[in-house]
């Protein structure tokens, strides 16, 4: 079957041997590995055999014997690192743990099929159908492809069987199905009209126009937010447009703001709402240039063309003057803490961050607050290295020692907070004291800037012990894996629930970091995080002494004090008539039925906020829009507006053609947890595979042939191909997964990031990434057009995982560098430094970089991988040895999703039970 995206004269045919397409023109035989890029050139007659190498390292297929000093060796391929190919009597190249597999190796990326290997006898086409169902889906695709709403363009149907078909884990990186508008919707042609997926998407890229189509469907109706999204010039990022005239043009029924969805009436001089059909004046000044002062081009106007906007916001938008940035640090500074290493590495990470503090008007408050058995308070004289602690023992009835220099500019005592810091390690040194107040710190810092707003941050080693807030050790073995463990992951103190919406009114934010080698009851400690939209990070196990340990949190703790925030921030989501946002998932508090107050709005967080359908929608196209009214970090108050514009359908099939995997996925992660929460972590999981089984059954009965009879046929478009894999992934997850081995913190953590990760980190996050690294081919970990070049990702299978091969698995907060028992010598000597496999160390390090290419190379993937998702993350990189520490292995071997373990399926098990339940059967 032809490809359409292929060249004239090419097909793709799928080797199973290799399992990959094979690429044939047709017309000479020739075959492939690459994508053809164009028209075929025959190839000039091959040179004269040289045996001269790049001087680049590669490590031949027969290295093994030349390392262990094998006196005759065949003639070597250039080196990749290979295993010893079949005509050398090599062993099997692949495995799975407890079974040997024995298929051949494919030529590294980029190889010429030509060159070392010949491709396969060809195999039958990717994804051929039976003829008869694939002639019959033909005829009901066709018939709906040419349907649509409004004169756009249609959404074409393509479906594809998900049972045998191969998933390259590099499309999951796609972008969702196109947006296709009506002619006319957008008032300019502008390509930044609509919102990028990174701020905004939806489950579904075209709206049914009634609720009961959309119930037909069974597809989930929610949309993904991110509004304060970083900016990154290495992903070619454009800096959000700044409006800064506060000519803001506003509906004056529903108070849309202006975008470039609108219509201008009456010759210009009015302009109806998009949402509401209301007609408004266009403000006086919205054609002038009050910088010029001169008439403007009303078409130029950053509001008209780009989705994404922000209004320097006027005085009416104020309740009060925009308040400084105000950063108060609780430390925990008992015996635990500082033997940790924890209180110095913190004041050390504190120390070095300050320059990146947002002060850009040197308005910017500090406070810091030891605690431990007692509240330890700091005064600085402003100009002056002195610094005077005072201690407050009486944790009962909290109160501020002196409430008027505790609170100091960072600008003008930078001196004395400077020398803190470098003391602050050393003041506590000799302490024993055991205990931790944290409740009460928390009191004192809700004293100290209630009357401001800003952020808390608190840095603890210990459960709370002392005071209000008191916790106490509540992990039971017994429950874990049982239908009550989800029990442990809802806060056992209503302190702290009650206490984060005081802050919340307060404009107060809370992050949280969390340092223990015991239990620590995250899931109590993060409702804090939860009700004030800020963030929770969780280092189980910290030692500083370890450098992974003290580098990772100083790096995410000066990435997130270093990050522009909004403060004081609300917002709220508004949409065309018809359609009304109904329920709210992630970090906030909801003032009102649909306002949500963000006392900080974090970078690269995420909301999910599901949609229903009230009433029948007439109108060709839907828009819905996010306001995010904050005081920015330089005290200026500013209202963000992020536009999504949508058309809607009466077409099933186009409900189908334009959902999007990646936000439905995202949709099924926050209800999922959310359900574990208010039931069980057994229910959690059912109701992912229940949905996803309904989608499939309706599909099944709506869209083919088969209808509601039998077939061999797990059937969906091919845009949602990767959902079971995605949701077999969420199940699986450590959030939500069947085991009676993960602690409560890490879980309840887990599901912290499940509900506030983006969707770009958490797609990884739930389908983590997976690279062969010793026989990658030569330009990989070297730079090109875009940065480093990557390996191509593998499916998440440990038949994929060979012998002597080194293999890198990263879900965005953790690294396994994988290395087979039998590595060759030069391998572990090249990117370890070490002299055999035998003495490898494994477990959490820090690779060495070495005077040799392939180390080289494997450092800049390493490296680009940490940097390639947004967030302020640096994951943990573990060594693990095929035959190292079983426990780490095992973690290694949980990410590759698509493998059965434990009490989970494999990827092939759940699509056979995903199709008994949707009510497909065997014929």
Not at 127 to 156: I, L, R, S, W
Not at 294 to 306: F, G, I, T, V
Not at 638 to 643: E, G, P
Request: glycine share 6%; with cysteine; hydrophobic share 40%.
């Amino acid at each position: 079957m032809a490809d359409p995206q292929l060249p004239p004269g090419w097909i793709s045919q799928w080797d199973e041997t290799h399992q990959r397409p094979l690429f044939v023109h047709t017309a000479t035989g020739h075959t492939q590995w690459d994508v053809p890029a164009g028209d075929f050139q025959q190839p000039p007659d091959a040179p004269a055999h040289s045996t001269a190498h790049s001087k680049r390292r590669q490590y031949a297929a027969g290295q093994s014997q030349a390392y262990s000093g094998a006196a005759e060796m065949p003639p070597t391929q250039p080196q990749a690192y290979a295993y010893p190919s079949a005509a050398t009597g090599a062993a099997p190249a692949f495995f799975t743990p407890g079974l040997q597999q024995t298929p051949a190796q494919p030529p590294y990326y980029g190889q010429d099929a030509g060159g070392y290997a010949s491709p396969a006898p060809p195999q039958p086409p990717y994804g051929q159908t039976q003829p008869a169902y694939g002639q019959q889906m033909g005829q009901v695709t066709d018939q709906f492809a040419q349907m649509g709403m409004g004169g756009q363009k249609g959404y074409g149907l393509h479906t594809v069987n998900v049972i045998g078909t191969y998933l390259d884990p590099q499309e999951l990186t796609n972008p969702p199905p196109e947006i296709r508008l009506p002619p006319g919707a957008c008032v300019t042609q502008s390509p930044y009209a609509n919102a990028d997926p990174s701020y905004m998407r939806c489950t579904v890229n075209a709206i049914p126009t009634t609720n009961a189509l959309l119930g037909k469907s069974k597809l989930p109706l929610g949309i993904i937010l991110t509004p304060h999204r970083s900016v990154r010039e290495s992903d070619g990022d454009q800096e959000v447009p700044v409006i800064t005239d506060q000519v803001i043009a506003r509906c004056r029924r529903c108070r849309t703001y202006i975008n470039p969805y609108v219509q201008f009436i009456d010759g210009g001089n009015r302009w109806k709402c998009c949402m509401c059909n209301m007609s408004n004046e266009v403000p006086q000044l919205f054609d002038w240039d009050q910088q010029r002062n001169q008439p403007a081009d009303r078409w130029s106007r950053y509001e008209l063309n780009h989705s994404v906007v922000e209004f320097v916001a006027p005085t009416e938008y104020m309740v009060r003057p925009p308040q400084p940035p105000v950063y108060t640090f609780l430390i925990d500074v008992s015996h635990a803490a500082v033997q940790s290493g924890m209180v110095a590495t913190a004041a050390r990470a504190i120390l070095e961050s300050l320059d990146r503090i947002p002060n850009g008007d040197d308005r910017t408050k500090v406070a810091i607050i030891g605690f431990d058995v007692a509240l330890h308070f700091f005064t600085i004289v402003p100009g002056s290295t002195d610094v005077t602690m005072l201690v407050v023992s009486d944790i009962e009835d909290v109160f501020l020692p002196k409430p008027n220099d505790l609170l100091i500019n960072l600008t003008e005592a930078r001196a004395g907070i400077e020398g803190l810091l470098g003391r602050l390690n050393d003041m506590f040194q000799e302490a024993h004291a055991i205990g931790s107040a944290m409740g009460p710190a928390l009191q004192a810092a809700y004293k100290l800037i209630n009357a401001i707003g800003g952020k808390i941050m608190v840095l603890t080693s210990s459960l709370p012990s002392l005071g209000e807030g008191a916790l106490k050790p509540r992990e039971d073995p017994k429950l874990l894996g049982t239908a009550k463990e989800s029990s442990l992951l809802q806060p056992a103190a209503s302190f702290y629930k009650t206490f984060a919406i005081d802050c919340s009114r307060a404009q107060i934010s809370v992050d949280m970091f969390l340092f223990s080698s015991a239990y620590t009851d995250v899931a109590s400690l993060s409702c804090l995080p939860h009700y004030t939209s800020g963030q929770t990070f969780f280092y189980p196990a910290f030692n500083a002494t370890r450098a992974e340990d003290a580098l990772k949190f100083a790096h995410e703790f000066g990435e997130v004090l270093g990050s522009p925030i909004g403060l004081e921030a609300v917002m709220r989501v508004r949409a065309s008539r018809g359609l009304r946002m109904s329920q709210f998932h992630g970090n906030f508090f909801v003032r009102s039925t649909d306002l949500l107050a963000l006392p900080a709005v974090p970078l690269d967080q995420s909301y999910m906020i599901e949609v229903e359908i009230e009433e029948n929608l007439t109108a060709p196209f839907v828009v819905m829009q996010t306001a995010v009214l904050h005081t920015s970090s330089f005290g200026e108050r500013r209202i963000r507006v992020v536009t999504l514009a949508l058309p809607t359908t009466s077409n099933v099939s186009e409900l189908y053609a334009s959902a999007d995997q990646v936000a439905i996925a995202t949709y099924l992660a926050n209800k999922a947890v959310e359900r574990s929460l208010s039931s069980k972590l057994e229910d959690a999981r059912d109701a992912v595979t229940n949905k996803l089984a309904e989608i499939f059954g309706t599909y099944k009965s709506t869209m083919t042939a088969a209808g509601s009879g039998a077939s061999a046929q797990l059937a969906i478009s091919d845009n949602l191909k990767f959902l079971p894999l995605l949701c077999l992934g969420l199940i699986k997850h450590v959030g939500l997964r069947a085991s009676a081995q993960i602690p409560p913190d890490l879980r309840a953590y887990a599901q912290a990031l499940l509900t506030t990760l983006p969707s770009q980190q958490l797609m990884a996050y739930i389908h983590p990434a997976f690279y062969s690294l010793h026989n990658m081919s030569p330009e990989c970990g070297t730079v090109g057009e875009r940065g480093i070049i990557m390996p191509p990702r593998l499916p998440l299978t440990s038949e994929r995982l060979e012998r002597h091969g080194l293999f890198l698995i990263e879900d965005g907060q953790n690294m396994f560098l994988w290395v087979g028992r039998d590595a060759v010598p030069q391998l572990v000597m090249d990117v370890f430094d070490a002299p055999n496999y035998e003495t490898l160390r494994g477990g959490k390090q820090t690779l060495p970089i070495l005077e040799n290419d392939f180390s080289e190379r494997v450092n800049a993937v390493i490296a680009k991988t940490r940097v390639l998702r947004r967030g302020p993350y640096w994951p943990h990189l573990y060594v693990v040895k095929e035959d190292g520490d079983p426990a780490l292995r095992m973690w290694a071997l949980s990410m590759l999703i698509q493998d059965r373990a434990d009490q989970t399926p494999s990827y092939a098990q759940y699509l056979t039970a995903l199709k008994e339940k949707a009510g497909f059967s065997y014929i």
